[in-house]
């Protein structure tokens, strides 16, 4: 299993983002390693802490670490170092268990965080640590087409087109891949209602139509918009605002008729920042995310702020009125797991059949 571990600095675009930077084992070794004690020959006065996240959150992290350091430099007199590293949601979830020494953990989905609560290192009650369920910004799930839109794709029911190929991510190992299903399924069952046969099997014609399945969303987006492959993308619509940004007239958002509202979690990860002395730091560090300069900030990465006044002020980039569904009409992320994605659940029912 491979990762991507990056130090706060400036990133190329999505030409290299794909790139891994430091193997697991490496990280394990000290490439992504987080302390509050300094490796031999650096500053002892120098704070690192480990941020483990998922593909897409890398730009803005980026930038968000800056903003961070600099407030707590001003604030209480101390330098902090902040390392990223990058992966599939669940990839990274089952990284920290590993020994990952992550100080935080800042993943796609709740369930991710709570595979890591399981195994004990991270405190009972961590999603009312913080507001909004730990989410201090959402997303939702759009299509990105090639400009033109050859294939005319409009909402969920357009995929199941026999000429359509879809690109999409594994739930197995993305959280992003996991919203996207919900989001589809949701569609379904607004049109077929409790016919949980029919729902499935406009699930499966849909998955049928995949042409490839990354184990994360940003090496999804890469290869729909680097390798030139497949008519759609399903992706955060973060992931197709930044592409949009960055290849101006070359793709098209569509927002389909129905979508979810994705709520990425955040946590501290207690059994390590307690090891590393780095309890206070890591509180404040997502902490700050609630501030109305991060949650602007947040905005202007693509994210939507939780705050609701912050949020108004972006009403020109996202669509505040596409129909939502959430987590809660699945019986809330440990329900929605156990019956969609666990082995030989309706995911693994769907893509093998």
């Known amino acids: ?42 500053d002892s006065d120098v704070i690192e802490l480990l941020n483990v996240s998922y593909d897409p959150t890398r730009e803005f992290y980026e930038a968000y670490n800056e903003l961070f350091a600099s407030y707590y430099e001003e604030t209480y007199g101390a330098a902090v170092e902040i390392t990223q590293s990058h992966g599939g949601s669940g990839s990274q979830a089952r990284s920290v268990i590993e020994g990952n020494e992550a100080d935080v953990v800042t993943l796609a989905l709740a369930h991710d965080i709570t595979l890591i609560e399981e195994e004990g290192m991270i405190d009972e009650g961590w999603l009312d640590e913080f507001d909004n369920n730990s989410s201090p910004y959402t997303s939702t799930i759009v299509f990105l087409v090639r400009a033109g839109n050859e294939k005319n794709i409009r909402d969920w029911d357009d995929l199941l087109q026999e000429d359509v190929d879809i690109i999409t991510p594994d739930p197995k190992s993305s959280g992003g891949a996991c919203w996207n299903f919900l989001a589809a399924w949701y569609y379904a069952e607004q049109q077929y209602g409790e016919d949980e046969e029919q729902i499935k099997e406009f ?26 492959q497949g008519d759609v993308l399903i992706a955060w619509e973060n992931e197709a605002l930044q592409t949009l940004a960055d290849y101006p007239d070359e793709y098209e958002i569509i927002t389909p008729s129905v979508s979810i509202l994705a709520e990425p979690s955040v946590a501290i990860v207690d059994e390590n920042t307690a090891k ?23 905005g202007e990465y693509y ?23 959430t987590i809660d009409d699945f019986g809330g992320w440990d329900q929605a797991y156990e019956t969609f994605f666990q082995d030989d659940a309706i995911f693994d029912e769907i893509y093998n059949s």
């Open 1 to 42: 299993m491979s990762c991507n571990v990056m130090k706060s600095k400036s990133l190329p675009k999505l030409t290299a983002l794909g790139l891994c930077v430091c193997l697991l084992a490496g990280m394990l070794t000290g490439c992504g390693s987080s302390s509050g004690e300094a490796s031999e020959g650096e």
């Open 203 to 228: 699930m499966r014609e849909l998955y049928a139509n995949v042409l490839v399945m990354d184990s994360g969303a940003r090496g999804a987006t890469t290869t729909f918009v680097e390798n030139g």
């Open 276 to 298: 590393h002395g780095t309890e206070d730091v890591a509180q404040e560090y997502l902490d700050y995310l609630y501030t109305d300069e991060a949650q602007r900030l947040i």
């Open 303 to 325: 994210y939507r702020p939780t705050n609701e006044e912050i949020l108004s002020e972006f009403s020109d980039v996202f669509d505040l009125d596409v129909e939502l569904c």
